[in-house]
């Protein structure tokens, strides 16, 4: 856990170059079934560790993460680092300036070690959209890690890092977190800044911390959130000790459990596994009730009519004129060399959000769908404030079921948006929501335990995650990573 | 027989609709209007005022310039618009070489959105006749990267991108379709432009801070929109040729299409863009990287208070008094340096009555303003002072000169030469010769290196050249001649 090492790199127990060593010497032996990382920074980040050590040794101050490994998502910008988006498109990009969440980790003492896999521009629920091929099921490895950050997710389960960063858009944090069995926190729309994260779906988009255990993911939050004056859309609200408050008791919480949660597509296994969570969590004292969230059937379509709207618009920037891929092939006027570049550039899934996104703007379709999707967000947002007018926070399942086949679904689209039924009404809402593991079905496949707060409440759900969390105790269970084929 | 005549002559009195839209750049602006690069790019090196922000780097976002909205109000309230209370920014998407996002931060009246302000009406004066012309809405957005050929655009071998440009901010003033002529065009910009100099929002004498789209119909016609007149200047002439092309199609037979149109500023012709059924969809949607705005009452009411004397208040108080005519006062608070070097030279002398008050006014709007335009400056690049015209005037009413002599005198009052001076100069011997006058000049080029290099960036330069032409003569050199002599030797090195 992040939290003890950090004690004990504090009292020189361990050094943060051995422990950075030992991260590399982990990845080293896993990579090649994983696939987690996409680019490495070993030896910028052994310089670093070092001179930290010798930094710490005299006593000075290093940050209150204290050398530990932060492995990035491939979206969010590391100065002078590649960034890729795990895109053709952006091959060669490095990017001239460090994201707030980037500036605000490593002045904390944070090492980034490299950044990891994810569906094409987070567009994808498995990873598999990835230019650089699939990230694997560290609990089985003919499994896919989830999406979009499921290096994120893989990472942190096998023990390559101790913190990674992910984004979450409709679900691309808490779904590799469920499917790797690790902490995964979508924090409230504009409780992080989102100031060097590109963009997939503006209005949705937020980044959150993957960790091990509930404690790191409370102590990366408190490090991350804030007004930050280069994203408007941040909110300036006092940042929680979330850490602090972990350890409450949740004998006076109202847990709400939303009926069509666990309505029809949810497996059955993976339902009654969050339903015995759903009992420790009473005996713990919360009281449970029965919730409805009645527009809940309208999410997915709601959802990817505004994504991709959003998409079509935030992915014209890549034309190839300033920055990463550019065609070979310059012939005709400047828009056949935007076209060809772009086709060449851009994977499939993101070219047919691209289309649809298009198609959804335009004149003659925009009333139609891209408005009657904002009133039925609208309609979905009071749904869940009516909930929490009854209760405090709402408890069910992250995805209805547990990791799937590599290739399994991906002739399938439509089959992989719906796995987004469970997660992307809490984007559409912009309210915070985290997955824990709370259990292991019949193929050994982690199945993940949502808990949805409202607005600014990432301190009630990490208060519940971590009594869940201490109840259940399986979160010290680092992943081999050698089983299953691929 | 009368009825048949009264039809040929309607028939041939077609009703001409235009309306415009004016892109003004927000020059007085310290920094762009979504990230903190400097708004003054002209005649830097390009690509250097530049951030991740107005290069549409992946992962950056825009945060608003709240100057810009302090500018906007102060317009809407000089337009007499309607200002909304709040309303979110929209996106124009489509591609180009010069919109590093592929979206443009706009405005848009439509689908939801709002523009910063509606209607609003500029009152214009012609013939004696005074007519509102009605503004639709003024809205804020942001300039994309100016391009840059070699030559016209059709024959460049390249273009390149300079995107100093990139993300200033622009505000757009959007006219109802309602002026009736090219030259009540012209009277409406020129009132516009006195507005926007009064509001202090920005300096339309620098090059590029104005663009002007142009809608043009004959009643009962298709219209056409002339695109890219870079200037108000451009503006009447090419509203002329396009009026002209549009009777000279109809007369021919043929229909107009509606379409979009070129204004080609060296061969003066409107070219042929695109028609109708290519119009770009812009998929206009709420850009939702950046908050609502909000504009409250309170806050309105704060810029109003601080906003200066208007051009229309400001003329009612000159004809009240100073017992000008409607006629001289309007056309005094046309240029508000104009107006202000006015009223600091006729309250300079106790003694000034309604007399000199007309006479002051005269000379301000005929001789001076003159000489003004036959020279292209503007009143504070000249080196004249308000008392200047207080002596002249003061000598002609005592008869020391007659008003034919002060005449000759104004080249060197823009120089600065007080009338003393000029008096006593003019006793003098004057040189005239252009031999002599040469040889000087000569001298100066090639004893100041450093200024001459300026002038090469900086035509201003040449004040400095004549100064020292000057100074070897005593200040008995003629102006006018050494002006030009100066200019031409210049101008040849420059070569």
């Known amino acids: 856990m992040g939290y003890e090492l950090i004690e004990k790199v504090k009292s020189f127990e361990v050094e943060i170059q051995e422990l950075l060593e030992t991260i590399y010497d982990r990845i080293e032996e896993t990579e090649s079934h994983l696939h987690s990382f996409v680019t490495t ?11 930290f050590d010798k930094n710490l040794k005299k006593g000075k101050n290093i940050g209150n993460l204290y050398g530990l490994p932060l492995a990035n998502k491939d979206l969010i910008c590391v100065k002078n680092f590649p960034t890729t988006c795990c895109s053709k498109i952006l091959q060669g990009y490095h990017p001239p300036y460090n994201a707030y969440v980037i500036e605000q980790l490593l002045k904390e003492g944070a090492i980034h070690i490299g950044n990891t896999n994810m569906d094409e521009f987070a567009m994808g629920g498995s990873s598999e959209n990835s230019c650089y091929g699939p990230t694997y099921n560290p609990w ?73 255990c509930v404690y790191d993911s409370a102590l990366l939050l408190e490090i991350i959130s804030g007004k930050d004056p280069l994203d408007s859309t941040s909110v300036d609200k006092k940042v929680d000790k979330y850490t602090q408050e972990l350890s409450n008791s949740i004998d006076k919480k109202v847990l709400g459990v939303p009926v069509e949660f ?11 596994i969050v339903r015995k969570a759903i009992d420790k969590l009473e005996s713990l004292g919360a009281k449970i009730i029965s919730i409805s969230i009645p527009h809940l059937e309208y999410s997915v379509a709601t959802y990817y009519l505004l994504c991709m709207s959003e998409a079509s618009s935030n992915l014209a920037r890549f034309d190839g004129l300033r920055y990463g891929y550019m065609t070979d092939n310059l012939s005709g006027d400047i828009y056949d060399v935007f076209s060809r570049t772009r086709s060449e550039g851009f994977g499939s899934e993101v070219r047919r959000r691209i289309f649809l996104g298009t198609y959804a703007l335009s004149a003659g379709y925009y009333d139609m769908f891209y408005i009657k999707a904002l009133k039925v967000r609208t309609l979905i947002k009071k749904d869940f404030m009516q909930a929490f007018k009854k209760c405090d926070s709402l408890v069910c399942p992250t995805m209805p079921t547990t990791a799937f086949k590599v290739g399994e679904l991906i002739n399938d689209p439509l089959q992989m948006y719906l796995a987004d039924i469970l997660t992307c009404p809490v984007n559409l809402v912009g309210i915070p929501a985290l997955s824990i593991p709370c259990g292991f079905d019949n193929n050994n496949l982690p199945v993940g335990f949502q808990i949805i707060g409202d607005y600014f409440d990432e301190r009630g759900i990490l208060n519940i995650a971590y009594q869940l969390e201490q109840e259940l105790n399986i979160f010290r269970k680092i992943a081999d990573a050698n089983k299953g084929g691929n | 027989m009368l009825i048949k005549e009264g039809i040929r002559l309607s028939s041939q009195e077609v009703k001409i609709m235009i309306g415009l839209e004016i892109h003004i750049q927000l020059t007085n602006l310290k920094t762009k209007l979504f990230c903190s690069c400097s708004n003054n790019y002209r005649g830097k090196d390009p690509n250097t005022y530049v951030c991740p922000i107005c290069l549409g780097l992946p992962g950056s976002l825009p945060v608003i310039n709240k100057l810009a909205i302090n500018f906007a109000t102060r317009l809407a309230l000089s337009l007499d618009c309607n200002i909304n209370h709040q309303f979110w ?63 016209s655009i059709a024959t460049s071998p390249y273009t390149l991108v300079d995107y100093n440009r990139s993300g200033v901010c622009l505000i757009e003033i959007v006219t109802e379709p309602v002026i009736s002529s090219p030259e009540e ?30 809608n043009i119909s004959i009643k009962g016609h298709e219209r056409s929109e002339v695109k890219n007149i870079n200037s108000f200047k451009e503006v009447e002439r090419a509203l002329k040729h396009e009026i002209i092309r549009q009777k000279n199609t109809l007369k021919r037979g ?61 003329a009612l108080r000159l004809s009240r008094d100073y017992l000008l005519s409607e006629f001289d006062s309007d056309n005094l608070v046309i240029d508000k340096d104009i107006a202000d070097f006015y009223e600091e030279g006729v309250n300079s002398d106790p003694s000034f009555g309604s007399e000199e008050f007309k006479q002051y006014c005269n000379w301000l709007m005929n001789n001076i303003s003159g000489w003004l335009n036959d020279n292209n400056k503007t009143i504070k690049e000249t080196k004249l002072a308000p008392h200047h015209l ?3 005037i003061n000598y002609i009413n005592k008869g020391k000169i007659t008003t034919k002599i002060a005449k000759t005198f104004i080249d060197d009052m823009m120089e600065g030469h007080s009338i003393t001076d000029i008096m006593k100069l003019k006793g003098k011997e004057r040189i005239s010769d252009k031999n002599i006058i040469t040889t000087k000049c000569n001298e ?25 032409v000057m100074g070897k003569t005593k200040g008995q050199a003629d102006p006018k001649i050494t002006r030009e002599i100066m200019t031409k030797r210049l101008n040849k090195l420059k070569k």
């Open chain 2, 390 to 392: 207080v002596d002249i």
């Open chain 1, 41 to 51: 920074s070993k030896e910028e980040a052994l310089a670093k560790a070092k001179v």
């Open chain 2, 254 to 314: 043929k229909t107009l299409m509606q379409e979009t149109r070129h204004w080609d500023e060296k061969r003066r012709v409107t070219i042929s863009l695109r028609t109708k059924e290519f119009e770009a969809d812009y998929r206009y949607f709420p850009e939702q990287d950046l908050v609502p705005i909000e504009i409250e009452n309170d806050y309105i009411q704060k810029i109003k208070q601080e906003l200066p004397e208007m051009p229309r208040e400001r």
């Open chain 2, 185 to 214: 065009a012209r009277e409406f910009l020129k009132q516009l432009k006195s507005i926007v100099q009064y509001t202090g929002i920005s300096n339309l004498e620098l090059e590029g801070s104005v663009r002007v789209d142009a």
């Open chain 1, 262 to 272: 666990f309505g029809e597509g949810i497996n059955k296994e993976v339902k009654s």
């Open chain 1, 140 to 212: 089985d490895l003919s499994r896919v890690a989830g999406g979009s950050s499921g290096g994120a997710g893989a990472s942190t389960a096998s023990g390559q890092t101790i913190f990674a960063l992910g984004s979450d858009t409709g679900g691309s944090i808490r779904c590799p977190a469920s499917y790797c069995g690790v902490v995964g926190l979508k924090p409230t729309y504009g409780r992080v800044s989102r100031y060097g994260l590109v963009a997939f779906a503006n209005s949705l988009d937020q980044i959150g911390p993957i960790t091990k």
């Open chain 2, 89 to 151: 920014f929209f996106r124009k998407n489509y591609f180009y070489a010069d919109l590093p996002k592929g979206f443009q931060i706009s405005q848009y009246p439509r689908a939801g959105g709002k523009a910063f302000a509606d209607n609003g009406k500029i009152t214009i004066r012609q013939n004696n006749h005074k007519k509102d012309i009605i503004l639709n809405r003024i809205h804020l957005e942001e300039d994309p990267a100016r391009l840059v050929h070699k030559g």
């Open chain 2, 444 to 468: 100066v080029i090639e004893e100041n290196a450093s200024i001459v290099d300026d002038y090469k960036k900086n035509t201003k330069a040449i004040e400095a050249l004549i100064g020292k």
